[in-house]
């Protein structure tokens, strides 16, 4: 009788730690986002009248600005960021 109870809570033991060592994470489905070029962007990029434009004029997720062009004919330019 006492074997059979030391071996039942052997048992129970042993699965609690192997449930709590299993990794629980459950797939989940990740946003992706892409950029483009902002439609009618004009002047200067700044962060906070690119984030607001993009947000509130083109209704996308975010705006960055970034650098766009190439050599000596590099600007920065107004991204929108929105879900791909």
């Not at 906070?48 to 209704?59: F, M, Q, S």
């Amino acid at each position: 009788m006492a074997k059979s109870q030391f071996s039942c809570a052997t048992f129970f033991a042993l699965l609690i730690c192997f449930l709590l060592l299993v990794p629980n994470k459950m797939p989940m489905a990740e946003a992706s986002f892409c950029k483009r070029l902002a439609k009618n962007w004009s002047g200067d990029c700044s962060s906070d009248r690119c984030y607001n434009y993009c947000k509130y004029t083109e209704h996308v997720y975010s705006g960055e600005c970034n650098w766009n062009g190439n050599g000596q004919h590099r600007y920065y330019a107004c991204y929108c960021v929105y879900n791909c």
